[in-house]
């Protein structure tokens, strides 16, 4: 191991944050993270931290059970941050396994603020020295970083899964031509070919499918995409699927956002299953039916270690050939 290890968490994902811990075998780290008088946030990391290398993890998202917002979990996530490094963390990294504001990456309108770079500029000022992350929604965010960051893949452990089951006939979907590259990756796993649906953007909550290019009729889809926010994209996309002849349509998504409606569209879909990770907490009500649950947690507590211990990450997805 290198130096002391010390992982600590906001209220944005502590399920995940002790299954990180229980696979690292050591403890999260005491810290209060609590509201302060007027809605402030207010940190106490509560044991030493100096000259330890310090993860903080806090997914930039909501926990409806804590009622805590995307901008609570950044705020928690920064002054968390700045704690430890008034500490005399020897290293602060801060674990984001859901970059939240992702889609705010450039300005594609006049007059919009390129929210995702702003957030890399308010964890490094935070003090944060490295950053650790999972399926980035588009990978140039990194470069909005002047630290090192290191992004995971989660199809290790999301596209082991459909590998097992060993489904016949299968074609992989990319939802939107943003997919292709992760899509293409999970074709590649499965031995199956690619299809690709043309889907058009109108607004933040309206999408339109315009066409599914590729062979899929007679065939098992699996849709491979980063998020599921109101469930539009995916569900859309499952009926063209449907309409084109596809047999069973499976789905896998990282990031589990499930803003409304998006878990009564999927339970109402076409889809047979949804298979998403725990990056952001699944509330209880939509993991009854077609929405199953896997975790990332090995995968990040083994980047952890490797980063403590200074040997490769990347190493880790030497089998996924998912291109940058
Ligand atoms: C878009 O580029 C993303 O990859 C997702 O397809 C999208 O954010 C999903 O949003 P929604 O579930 O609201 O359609």
Redesign the pocket.
């Known amino acids: 191991m290198g130096y002391d290890l010390k992982i600590f968490s906001g209220n944005a994902n502590r399920p995940l944050a002790k299954d990180i811990s229980r696979a690292l075998d050591t403890r999260l780290a005491e810290a209060t993270v609590t509201g302060f008088s007027g809605g402030e946030t207010h940190v106490q990391i509560d044991e030493n931290v100096r000259g330890c290398d310090v993860f903080i993890i806090q997914p930039i998202c909501t926990n409806q059970k804590k009622g805590i917002s995307p901008n609570d979990a950044l705020m928690e996530l920064l002054v968390l941050i700045d704690a430890a490094r008034r500490a005399s963390a020897r290293r602060i990294t801060a674990v984001v396994p859901y970059y939240g504001y992702a889609?705010q990456d450039r300005k594609d309108r006049p007059r919009v603020p390129i929210t995702a770079k702003l957030i890399a500029n308010m964890i490094y000022t935070a003090g944060a020295r490295r950053v650790l992350t999972l399926d980035l929604?588009a990978n140039q965010i990194q470069g909005f970083f002047d630290i090192p960051v290191d992004h995971l893949y989660s199809i290790n452990i999301l596209g082991e899964y459909f590998k097992r089951k060993n489904l016949e006939d299968l074609v992989v979907v990319a939802?939107?031509v943003?997919?292709i590259k992760m899509a293409r990756a999970y074709a590649e796993l499965l031995g199956a070919p690619l299809a690709i649906v043309d889907k058009r953007?109108w607004s933040?909550?309206l999408?339109e499918v315009m066409n599914v290019i590729g062979e899929v009729k007679d065939k098992n889809a699996v849709i491979v995409?980063?998020?599921?926010?109101?469930?539009?994209?995916?569900t859309k996309a499952a009926a063209a699927l449907k309409d084109k002849g596809a047999c069973e349509i499976r789905a896998t998504i990282v990031h589990p956002?499930l803003?409304d409606p998006?878990v009564e569209y999927v339970e109402n879909s076409v889809l047979t299953e949804l298979v998403v990770s725990n990056s952001i907490p699944v509330p209880k009500r939509a993991r009854n039916g077609k929405i199953k649950v896997l975790s990332v947690a090995p995968i990040l507590a083994e980047s952890i270690r490797r980063i403590n211990n200074d040997e490769s990450v990347s190493d880790l997805f030497a089998n996924a050939k998912v291109e940058g």
């Open positions: 889609r929604h939802p939107d943003g997919g953007r933040g909550q999408t995409d980063d998020i599921i926010s109101t469930g539009g994209s995916l956002v803003a998006a």
